[in-house]
């Protein structure tokens, strides 16, 4: 049950607050003062606490600095009226999640929650990747017996221990976000802040104000100083995914952060400083983009010194078996099963494909598949056609011999795994609209491959020539891309 704590001493704000967060899975505790608040949050060790910036004659700006010396990684939300928003910025620099300004739209609240809840599930829920876990006691692990995964084991051990910035490379699917995190659990910094930030889910003109914050005025829409990832992080580790996709320019900034500390907000001049310990994570070849000069090189050697591969699950068999038992006893502690295992040819099934989407494929198929079967094992009419279907033999090489080739993952799974990443992040940054910036993104991209052509575009795209010279205009791509 995840607890969320509002302090406020307006009773038809905690109201309204239980109304709309409380659900079977989430219980909202409520105080009308700080000193109950503080009481409250020392019984109760709530996930995420919302608390007003104004209580009675109280401060909540004080409350912040209360509970941050209580749990250093508190995940505070202070609430603010519009008129004193300079002091929710100053609580940003004090470590508050983010503020919320008076009077608010539930919808927006409702997301900023959810991705406190899930930064704070990042924190709280160790990551263990001892070859044999307990799972009984409700911590996550990295399984896998096979022995590229032993190698992954011993590499964690050797860098968590230092600030070492970390670069974690593979496939989709392979693990990563997972290795950060037990990375993080297991660094001196695991009692200090643990943040991720997706490269790939924000837009260029974006993404470094997220990373760095922004001064007012930076750009049109900046109406107040913003403060950033590193600022917020400073003494914590963060995670920044996708590194792969990050504009050349922020990359240069990122370079600079990780040789000395320090940085500047966009459109500042003052030089601040940030202890943070980085995990970068890509599944993009960058060797490939560095020669395509689309990631700097100095940045690449600089990432690349304490680097950790996770292997393709096609090429670590043995680890589906151990796997799949990991996954329905996850379920089966859930409530959500009570299969304790699959039958024989449900396993070789599961042991021959070619996982293009790795373990996080099969981890959904053996979800499906457990709430699919009727009876006491999985068997393989429980299982997707496509997993049933025996790859295809290259014509000149038996398919056991070699390992086989990367298999291309379908058009449907990576529109589904690209609107997977996008609502992921839009959950965190709710002021993201999907779709308008998606199509700006696809026509930006069609025009790019096409220098410039429309014909070409529009057909790429699957829209009419019309309809695109329209988008053009309304998106403002034509200055940008100096398209006629
Ligand atoms: N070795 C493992 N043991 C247990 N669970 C795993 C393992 N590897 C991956 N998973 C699970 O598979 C899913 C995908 O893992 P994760 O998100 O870490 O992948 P990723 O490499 O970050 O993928 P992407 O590049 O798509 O972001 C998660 O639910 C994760 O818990
Ligand atoms: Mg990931």
């Known amino acids: 049950m995840e607890k969320i704590l509002v302090i406020d001493d307006a009773q038809d704000m905690l109201y309204s607050f239980r109304r709309n967060l409380e659900s079977p899975e989430r219980q909202v505790l409520t105080a009308a003062s700080l000193v109950e608040g503080i009481e409250t949050f020392r019984r109760e060790k709530p996930d995420v606490t919302v ?14 600095t209360q509970l941050r010396q209580l749990d250093p990684k508190a995940m505070v939300i202070l609430m603010t009226a519009y008129g004193t928003s300079q002091t929710a910025i100053e609580a940003m620099k004090r470590g508050a999640f983010d503020y919320i300004l008076k009077p608010f739209d539930v919808p927006k609240v409702k997301a900023l929650i959810d991705s406190a809840l899930k930064a704070a599930r990042d924190m709280r829920q160790v990551v263990s990747y001892e070859p044999l876990l307990r799972s009984e006691d409700h911590t996550e692990g990295i399984v896998g017996r096979s022995e590229a995964m032993q190698t992954v084991f011993k590499r964690i051990g050797q860098v968590a221990h230092s600030d070492a910035t970390v670069l974690l490379t593979g496939e989709s699917g392979t693990g990563k976000e997972l290795v950060a995190r037990a990375i993080y659990h297991h660094s001196p ?11 790939a889910a924000i837009p260029e003109q974006l993404l470094e104000s997220e990373l760095f914050g922004h001064e007012r005025g930076a750009f ?5 100083q913003r403060i950033g990832k590193f600022e917020q992080c400073d003494g914590g580790t963060l995670f920044l995914d996708e590194i792969g996709d990050m504009p050349l320019l922020t990359q240069s900034k990122i370079l600079r952060l990780l040789q000395n500390g320090e940085f500047q907000r966009v459109g500042g001049s003052q030089t601040l400083r940030a ?4 995990i970068a994570a890509t599944n993009k070849p960058l060797e490939q983009l560095v020669s395509e000069k689309q990631f700097r090189e100095d940045l690449y050697y600089r990432l690349n010194v304490v680097r950790v ?15 799949t038992d990991y996954f329905l006893q996850r379920l089966r502690e859930a409530g959500k099963t009570r299969i304790r295992t699959v039958a024989p040819d449900t396993l070789s099934a599961l042991e021959n494909h070619t996982w293009p989407g790795n373990v ?3 981890e959904n198929v053996v979800h499906r598949a457990a709430i699919m079967a009727k009876g006491d094992y999985v068997l393989p009419t429980d299982l997707p056609a496509e997993v049933l279907r025996p790859a295809a033999p290259k014509p000149a090489e038996p398919a056991a011999a070699t390992p086989s ?3 291309a993952a379908t058009p449907e799974s990576a529109v589904n795994e690209a609107a997977r990443v996008l609502f992921e992040n839009a959950r965190r940054q709710s002021q993201l609209k999907i779709i308008p910036w998606v199509e700006r993104e696809l026509i930006r991209r069609a025009l790019t491959e096409t220098n410039g052509n429309q014909v070409q575009a529009a057909k790429l795209l699957g829209i009419t020539r019309a309809t695109l010279r329209k988008r053009i205009e309304k998106f403002g791509i034509k200055k940008e891309l100096n398209v006629s």
């Open 51 to 64: 608390c007003d910036i104004r209580l009675g004659g109280e401060s909540g700006l004080d409350g912040l």
């Open 189 to 199: 910094r695991a009692g200090k802040v643990f943040m991720a930030i997706n490269c």
């Open 220 to 224: 049109t829409g900046a109406t107040q």
């Open 275 to 278: 202890d943070v310990r980085v």
């Open 309 to 323: 591969h996770l292997p393709p699950l096609r090429e670590r068999r043995e680890d589906i078996p151990v796997l």
């Open 360 to 362: 996080r494929e099969l």
């Open 405 to 407: 080739a990367p298999a």
